[in-house]
């Protein structure tokens, strides 16, 4: 029997602790769901489900489902800046720029610092602008959302960033001819796996869960559109929200899973070695010493 380790709460507290938490995360969505499951004549059943889904009551939901492809187009805007234009930017800075880290630690904080409405009062002769060149579709509400995921995407980029020794694994690539694109994809990129899995669902969850700037900017978006559905219908609403909670808990226990597969997969064939590599920034195990080594 192994000693318990000290600091480290016993499998009991800890199952307490976990079945105290899951509660507060379970207790509200039964409610909902069983909000959702009353009948107008009394009882429980899916009536609210079957008119939801019923292609007779399309138009009478047509704001809700085109405020949900909108939230999830605007989702896929927002993910694509924070990989094509953040994550370079971040990795740049960190590699050839680190007087600049602090600046951008800084710049990066504006956003959660600033409150939202004071953030559309600057945003709105921006997208006058924008509306004259562009139009006023509501893709361009994605350029706002990019500023909005900033902070959150940061940091969960520069901790893996930090973590896994970036500037010595670039050199080293650099020094074997790569380009900085490749560095950037083939060396960066892997390391920092969890990192950019972590930004793509913070990404997705904030995008989705806006409501102050799609609402005075005039953009329909998902929240947007619960709480015009919900003056009507608030069943309807009641369902589509326990359906987005559903799957962004869905979308973060399969990131944790894939990530926690991953570590053992490579801890159980490649022993401490392959443990090592599994982990940036985790130092590389010694290589083995042959018997022609020992002899001598």
């Not at 029997?1 to 800890?14: E, K």
């Not at 921006?126 to 509306?131: P, Q, S, T």
């Not at 579709?137 to 901790?159: D, E, N």
């Not at 987005?244 to 801890?267: C, D, N, Q």
Request: avoid cysteine; aromatic fraction near 8%.
């Amino acid at each position: 029997m192994s000693a318990r380790v000290p600091g480290r709460p016993s499998p009991v507290a800890a199952r307490i602790v976990v079945a105290v938490v899951g509660g507060l995360f379970l207790i509200p969505l039964v409610a909902m769901l069983e909000f959702t499951l009353r009948q107008t004549a009394g009882g429980y059943g899916l009536e609210h489900w079957a008119a939801l889904f019923d292609p007779e009551n399309a138009r009478r939901y047509r704001t809700l489902f085109q405020g949900i492809g909108n939230s999830f187009a605007l989702a896929a805007i927002a993910l694509a800046i924070v990989l094509v234009l953040f994550f370079p930017t971040i990795v740049l800075v960190h590699l050839r720029f680190p007087r600049l880290e602090r600046a951008l630690d800084l710049l990066t904080v504006l956003p959660i610092a600033i409150p939202a409405i004071v953030l559309v009062v600057g945003f709105a002769p921006v997208y006058r602008v924008i509306g004259q060149l562009f139009g006023s579709g509501v893709w361009t509400l994605g350029l706002a959302y990019g500023v909005l995921v900033l902070p959150f995407a940061y940091r969960a980029i520069v901790a893996d960033l930090q973590g896994m020794d970036a500037r010595t694994r670039a050199e080293a690539a650099r020094s074997l001819g790569a380009g900085w694109g490749t560095v950037l994809v083939r060396v960066i990129a892997p390391g920092v796996r969890r990192g950019l899995l972590a930004a793509s669902l913070l990404t997705i969850a904030i995008v989705l869960g806006e409501f102050t700037v799609s609402s005075l900017l005039n953009r329909t978006t998902l929240q947007v559109a619960l709480l015009q559905v919900s003056k009507s219908d608030p069943f309807a609403a009641v369902i589509v929200s326990l359906l987005s909670l559903i799957g962004a808990f869905a979308v973060l226990l399969a990131v944790s899973s894939t990530g926690s597969a991953t570590r053992r997969r490579a801890r159980r064939v490649g022993g401490p070695v392959a443990g090592a590599l599994a982990a940036p920034g985790a130092p590389a195990a010694p290589a083995p010493v042959s018997a022609t080594a020992k002899e001598s």
